[in-house]
Each structure stands twice: as C-alpha cells, then as structure tokens.
C-alpha cells in the first residue's frame, strides 16, 4: 500500500530520480505509520475473531442453559412463571400451560388480561403490581378453572419481584404449588363437620350454632324466631319396603322441597334421618308461620317418584318459637319436638302449634317408652275380644283381638296411644307375638267349647312385616300345637302396608294364606289403597272404618260410601266387616246394604278374655232359648 503511495508521489512530482531525503523521510514516516496500523488491524482482526468466536461460544453457552433451565421448569411439578414489569409473560413451564389450558403461544408476550377472566386478571394485576412496588414476596391462594369447572385447580403462588444488577425492577416471578387435593380434602372435612352428606342441609351441630345466632339476634332486636321441627311419617316403611336407595332419594328430594318452600334467609337442616328443620328468623306475623309450615305439610304430602315406583309420605311438623316457647337451642327443640309428637298422636300430616299441654304428654311418652320393654313380663299387658257378629244370623263366630295396657302410674293406656311408639322403639314384636300367642289359646277354648269355626282376628303392625323372616313359620308352629288351622286366625293389615306394596310385602301374605290364615283390610277408605292391591293380594275381608259408619243415619254422602265399598268387595269376592256399629238404625243401613259381617258397641266393647268366654256362653244360651221358643 505503501510502495503505490511512493509511485503515486514520484508521479506526481514527474520526476524519476528518486526523492528527496525529506520524501524519504516523510515515506518511512508513512511506511511506519502503516505498519503499525496493518498490525493494529491485524491485531484487532484477531480480537474481533477471537470475540466472534467468544460470542459463538457464550450463545452455544446461553442456549444450553436456556435448555437447560426449560427442562428444569418443565421437569418441576409446580407452576413457575416470568413476567416483566410491565405484567407479560417472558416464559413458563408446561405445568402453567396445563393450569391454564392454554397453548405458550397465545401467552408469550401476552398479559393476563389476555388470558383469563377480566376479573382475575385485574386482581391478579393489582398484586403483581403491589409486590414489584414493595420489592417484597407475596403469598396468594387462588383457584383457576379455564373454562371447565369440573377441573378446577387451586394454587399457592409465591409472587416474588426479580432485579437487574442495579437492584432495578425487572419483573416478577411466580412459583405456584398445586394444592388442590388439600384444599378439597380441607373442604369435604368442613361440609363434613358442617353439612349432611346425603342432603347438602346444614346438619345437626352447624343448625345449633344458627339457631343460637339468630336467637342472640331476636334478643337484641326483640323480634321472634320460629323453630318448625319436621318429621317424615312412615318413612322407615318407605326405607325397608322399598330399600335404602329408594329411602335415601326421599329423602333428599324432602329436603329439596322443604329448601324451596322457604326464604333462602331461614335455615335449614337435616337433624336426624327422616327429621328436619327449618330457622325462620325476624317473625313479624304469626300467621306467616301457619303458611309456611301448612305449604310444607302440602309439598311434602305430594307423591315422591323413586326410580320406577312412586310413592307417598306426610310430614308432621312441630312449631316452637323463641322467646316464649324455650329460651336456648335445645329448649326451643325439645318444644318443638313435643309440638310435633302431638301432631303425629293427633293423625300426622299435620302440624302443631307447642302448648305447655304438650310438656305433659312429652313427660308421658318418655314414661311410656321407658316403661315399654318390660310391659309383658310385669303382667300388664292383656288383650281383650270384641266379637264380629254375621249380620244375616245374628251369631258370632269371630272376635277381634285387641291389646290393653293397665299402666301402673297411667292407668289404662290405649293401644292407639302405646302402639305408635312400640313400632318406633322396636317392642312391637314381642307385643305382636303376645298378642297372637294369647289369640290362638283363646280361639282353642272357643273351638273346644262349641264354637268350631271360632276365628281370631289379630291386628299387625307393618313394623311386625318387615322384622324377622321367620314369624309366620313360628305362628304355624304354635297353631299346629294347639291344633288349630291356620284359618283360626285372620290377620289384619292396614292400608298403609299396601302404599308399598312390595315383592317382601306380597310374599309374606302369600306364605300366611298358603297356611290357610286369612287376611283383612282394617280401617278400609282411610288410607290410599288401590283396588288393583286387593285384587292382587287375596284380601278375604274388607273392613270399612268406622268413620263411615259414624254418621250413616246423617250423611247420605257415607251412606253411599259405605254402600258403594258393600258392592264393591262382593264383585271382588272379598266378605265385608264394618267397624264401630253403636246404633239399632247404623246396623239395620249396614243389613240392607248388605254387609256380612258386623262389629262395635251395639254387640259389645271390647272384653277381656273371662268376659268374652261368659259373653259367648249366653250368646249360644239365648240362640238356644231362641230356638227353643
Ligand atoms: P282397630 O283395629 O281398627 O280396632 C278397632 C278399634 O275400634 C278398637 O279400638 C275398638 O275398641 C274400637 N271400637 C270398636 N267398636 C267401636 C264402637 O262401636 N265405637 C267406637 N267408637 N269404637 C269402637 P282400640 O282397642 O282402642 O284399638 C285401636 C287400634 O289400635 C286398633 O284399631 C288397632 O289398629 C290398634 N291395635 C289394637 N290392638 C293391637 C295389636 O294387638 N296389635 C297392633 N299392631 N295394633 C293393635
Ligand atoms: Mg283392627
Ligand atoms: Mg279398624
């Protein structure tokens, strides 16, 4: 470069005898400069491929660490996510794409608001925002559910701000750890401690600490609060008959109705397993109690469909209200529970205002039920025979056998008082058993003493179906003891044994007619028996209840009732009884309406065995005398 400077100087100064010494100089000046330029450059050309090089290198380094870092991010369970300062996502790991269920690239570079909804995002945004300000870590539980509710997932995020290396700002950091599984297992122990499984009510402990609240509530602002305790009648029929399935699907759909018959401010609870409650707070009227426990008695009377049978229960509903009718929770409950005990004794299906009254007749039941287990070995249950009179002849062949219990504080306790509650306490069996035992040796005497198609009716819980499956094998035995058919006996069921009926239901009646005992219909027209039951069950008697008898000489609308069942039960070739006959004028309706069988005060009460043999004696005394005149 040098030499063609030289030429071009020589060139220029058109002379060819060489230069002078100042040129020369000037050139060596140049020619060192040069140098040492060519070995500037050349040095800087090494540096600047060593850089190359290094930068090739510190890439190679980079991208490997990036990898590196990304398979670590991938590699952790937990959520982690960057994002600069102004809130984009700078990158995340696969876990927070699942989280979010969102491909990286709708996310890089993008904010929450792009992301999720505007309100997470906003919160979201706010504390991102709040912790790059502090310079400090947060900690935050949130639950994300892109989209499906069903996958929801709850995350512990550590949000904590990352810095340059002036101690700048850059962006932030989350670390998020999925804590769903605890969080769920933390929810189902509070529903647990707090909820009934089976319904979603409040239960038991959760109903109290409401009751209590809104109790301090009224005392503060003097206003009532009402307690309606609600009980299902005959749901351990519908739970046995149909099974537990059916039973629990009742009872869940009770709780639906009972939740949609009141405000969503009163509460309410599932205390036990058909018993429920409802809190209604701030009572202004007390009307406005009457409605809502009478729309309940409705609803919960309406027929429950339970998969492909349908069927039907009432609810009795007990009423006590804060501050008169109990001062604390459990007061308040034992009135209304007394309330709804009277509501059951009074015909279910009902409910019922508590009264002091009540305390008494709750005092007496306890005493009942506790006095119950022992009632057959303390000699104080007996049974009385009301005789069942054909009522084309007079005579009587039949008898309906009907338990007493002589109380030694209570004096006699009516069945229709005792018998409830033995079904509920379980003692009904032994009752049940006593009862028939006692039966069948009195049907024994009558047979041996000149009444040979002497038969006994034996009245029998539903609670007597569904206990053990070998009760009429055992009632067999002791017939074939005494040398009785099994047409001695007939047993008495009631309607309400049909509501379900029930392959069990229909099996044990079939087995009892394979013996030959016979079945009656008790207190027909009082329940919701289909005529297709009788049909298919082989009832052999029908016996009207006495409420239509009652006012047969009054009510034209009972005298074509009863008259209309009469004609009925013969197309069926059913044989009918009618209950409570207490008058000349009732009987002779009943006779030309052409009834076959009679029974009530007319002919006789109810009697206990020696008055019922002497009773029979000068029945066949005065056939004799009637024959003989
Ligand atoms: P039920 O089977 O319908 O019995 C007829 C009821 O009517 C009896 O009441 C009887 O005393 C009463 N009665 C009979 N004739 C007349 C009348 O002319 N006028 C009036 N007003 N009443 C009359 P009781 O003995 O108090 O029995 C009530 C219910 O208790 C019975 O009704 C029956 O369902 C039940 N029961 C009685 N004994 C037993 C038993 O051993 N086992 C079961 N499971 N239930 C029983
Ligand atoms: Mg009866
Ligand atoms: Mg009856």
Request: hydrophobic share 40%.
């Given at each position: 470069?040098?030499?063609?400077?030289?030429?071009?100087?020589?060139?220029?100064?058109?002379?060819?005898?060489?230069?002078?010494?100042?040129?020369?100089?000037?050139?060596?000046?140049?020619?060192?400069?040069?140098?040492?330029?060519?070995?500037?450059?050349?040095?800087?050309?090494?540096?600047?491929?060593?850089?190359?090089?290094?930068?090739?290198?510190?890439?190679?380094?980079?991208?490997?660490?990036?990898?590196?870092?990304?398979?670590?991010?991938?590699?952790?369970?937990?959520?982690?996510?960057?994002?600069?300062?102004?809130?984009?996502?700078?990158?995340?790991?696969?876990?927070?794409?699942?989280?979010?269920?969102?491909?990286?690239?709708?996310?890089?570079?993008?904010?929450?608001?792009?992301?999720?909804?505007?309100?997470?995002?906003?919160?979201?945004?706010?504390?991102?925002?709040?912790?790059?300000?502090?310079?400090?870590?947060?900690?935050?539980?949130?639950?994300?559910?892109?989209?499906?509710?069903?996958?929801?997932?709850?995350?512990?995020?550590?949000?904590?701000?990352?810095?340059?290396?002036?101690?700048?700002?850059?962006?932030?950091?989350?670390?998020?750890?999925?804590?769903?599984?605890?969080?769920?297992?933390?929810?189902?122990?509070?529903?647990?401690?707090?909820?009934?499984?089976?319904?979603?009510?409040?239960?038991?402990?959760?109903?109290?600490?409401?009751?209590?609240?809104?109790?301090?509530?009224?005392?503060?602002?003097?206003?009532?609060?009402?307690?309606?305790?609600?009980?299902?009648?005959?749901?351990?029929?519908?739970?046995?008959?149909?099974?537990?399935?059916?039973?629990?699907?009742?009872?869940?759909?009770?709780?639906?109705?009972?939740?949609?018959?009141?405000?969503?401010?009163?509460?309410?609870?599932?205390?036990?397993?058909?018993?429920?409650?409802?809190?209604?707070?701030?009572?202004?009227?007390?009307?406005?109690?009457?409605?809502?426990?009478?729309?309940?008695?409705?609803?919960?009377?309406?027929?429950?469909?339970?998969?492909?049978?349908?069927?039907?229960?009432?609810?009795?509903?007990?009423?006590?209200?804060?501050?008169?009718?109990?001062?604390?929770?459990?007061?308040?409950?034992?009135?209304?529970?007394?309330?709804?005990?009277?509501?059951?004794?009074?015909?279910?299906?009902?409910?019922?205002?508590?009264?002091?009254?009540?305390?008494?007749?709750?005092?007496?039941?306890?005493?009942?039920?506790?006095?119950?287990?022992?009632?057959?070995?303390?000699?104080?249950?007996?049974?009385?025979?009301?005789?069942?009179?054909?009522?084309?002849?007079?005579?009587?062949?039949?008898?309906?056998?009907?338990?007493?219990?002589?109380?030694?504080?209570?004096?006699?306790?009516?069945?229709?008082?005792?018998?409830?509650?033995?079904?509920?306490?379980?003692?009904?069996?032994?009752?049940?058993?006593?009862?028939?035992?006692?039966?069948?040796?009195?049907?024994?005497?009558?047979?041996?003493?000149?009444?040979?198609?002497?038969?006994?009716?034996?009245?029998?819980?539903?609670?007597?179906?569904?206990?053990?499956?070998?009760?009429?094998?055992?009632?067999?035995?002791?017939?074939?003891?005494?040398?009785?058919?099994?047409?001695?006996?007939?047993?008495?069921?009631?309607?309400?044994?049909?509501?379900?009926?029930?392959?069990?239901?229909?099996?044990?009646?079939?087995?009892?007619?394979?013996?030959?005992?016979?079945?009656?219909?008790?207190?027909?027209?009082?329940?919701?028996?289909?005529?297709?039951?009788?049909?298919?069950?082989?009832?052999?008697?029908?016996?009207?209840?006495?409420?239509?008898?009652?006012?047969?000489?009054?009510?034209?609308?009972?005298?074509?009732?009863?008259?209309?069942?009469?004609?009925m039960a013969h197309k069926l070739g059913l044989k009918v009884v009618a209950e409570g006959i207490e008058t000349q004028a009732q009987l002779d309706l009943l006779v030309n309406a052409g009834c076959d069988f009679g029974q009530g005060y007319l002919f006789s009460k109810p009697l206990p065995a020696k008055d019922f043999t002497d009773y029979m004696l000068r029945m066949s005394g005065q056939a004799r005398n009637d024959l003989?005149?």
């Amino acid at each position: 470069m040098h030499q063609l400077l030289a030429l071009q100087i020589k060139k220029h100064l058109s002379s060819d005898k060489g230069l002078t010494p100042e040129l020369q100089g000037l050139l060596a000046e140049v020619d060192r400069h040069y140098q040492e330029t060519e070995q500037v450059r050349r040095k800087l050309d090494l540096s600047l491929n060593f850089q190359k090089k290094e930068l090739a290198d510190a890439m190679l380094q980079a991208s490997r660490d990036y990898a590196l870092l990304r398979g670590v991010m991938d590699i952790i369970p937990d959520v982690l996510f960057f994002k600069s300062a102004d809130g984009s996502y700078l990158g995340f790991n696969k876990v927070y794409e699942k989280v979010l269920n969102r491909p990286a690239s709708q996310m890089l570079g993008k904010t929450d608001f792009d992301v999720l909804d505007e309100t997470v995002a906003q919160d979201l945004h706010d504390l991102d925002q709040a912790v790059m300000n502090s310079g400090k870590d947060h900690v935050t539980e949130r639950w994300f559910h892109q989209g499906d509710p069903q996958k929801q997932v709850c995350l512990e995020i550590l949000h904590s701000p990352f810095c340059g290396p002036d101690g700048q700002v850059l962006g932030l950091i989350g670390y998020g750890r999925n804590i769903t599984a605890r969080k769920l297992a933390e929810e189902t122990v509070r529903r647990q401690a707090n909820f009934d499984s089976l319904t979603g009510l409040a239960n038991r402990s959760n109903f109290t600490q409401r009751l209590n609240h809104e109790m301090r509530v009224a005392k503060r602002s003097g206003m009532a609060v009402a307690l309606l305790l609600i009980n299902l009648d005959r749901f351990k029929q519908v739970n046995d008959l149909l099974g537990h399935e059916a039973g629990d699907a009742l009872l869940t759909q009770a709780a639906q109705r009972i939740a949609s018959s009141v405000r969503e401010t009163d509460a309410v609870a599932r205390l036990g397993a058909d018993e429920f409650a409802v809190v209604i707070p701030d009572i202004e009227q007390l009307a406005h109690i009457g409605n809502v426990a009478k729309k309940l008695v409705a609803r919960l009377a309406e027929s429950f469909v339970l998969g492909e049978e349908s069927t039907q229960v009432t609810a009795s509903i007990g009423v006590s209200l804060y501050p008169v009718d109990g001062n604390d929770p459990d007061g308040l409950l034992k009135s209304a529970e007394q309330a709804m005990y009277h509501a059951k004794a009074t015909g279910r299906n009902r409910y019922c205002h508590f009264t002091p009254a009540l305390q008494e007749v709750a005092t007496r039941r306890r005493q009942l039920l506790r006095d119950l287990p022992q009632v057959i070995e303390t000699g104080q249950l007996y049974v009385c025979y009301q005789p069942i009179a054909s009522l084309a002849t007079g005579e009587v062949h039949k008898a309906e056998a009907l338990v007493r219990w002589r109380h030694p504080d209570h004096g006699n306790i009516s069945p229709a008082d005792f018998i409830p509650l033995a079904e509920d306490s379980g003692a009904i069996m032994a009752i049940g058993n006593f009862v028939f035992h006692e039966a069948a040796r009195l049907t024994q005497q009558m047979r041996a003493t000149g009444n040979p198609h002497f038969q006994v009716s034996v009245n029998m819980s539903p609670a007597q179906f569904r206990g053990k499956t070998d009760l009429i094998p055992q009632w067999m035995g002791l017939l074939d003891s005494l040398s009785l058919p099994g047409d001695a006996v007939a047993i008495e069921i009631t309607e309400g044994l049909l509501m379900q009926v029930k392959d069990s239901t229909k099996l044990r009646l079939e087995e009892m007619r394979k013996f030959g005992i016979k079945i009656s219909l008790d207190d027909f027209g009082t329940g919701y028996s289909s005529l297709s039951y009788l049909k298919m069950l082989d009832i052999d008697y029908l016996k009207v209840d006495q409420s239509f008898v009652r006012d047969l000489e009054i009510d034209p609308d009972d005298r074509t009732l009863c008259e209309a069942m009469i004609v009925m039960a013969h197309k069926l070739g059913l044989k009918v009884v009618a209950e409570g006959i207490e008058t000349q004028a009732q009987l002779d309706l009943l006779v030309n309406a052409g009834c076959d069988f009679g029974q009530g005060y007319l002919f006789s009460k109810p009697l206990p065995a020696k008055d019922f043999t002497d009773y029979m004696l000068r029945m066949s005394g005065q056939a004799r005398n009637d024959l003989g005149s």
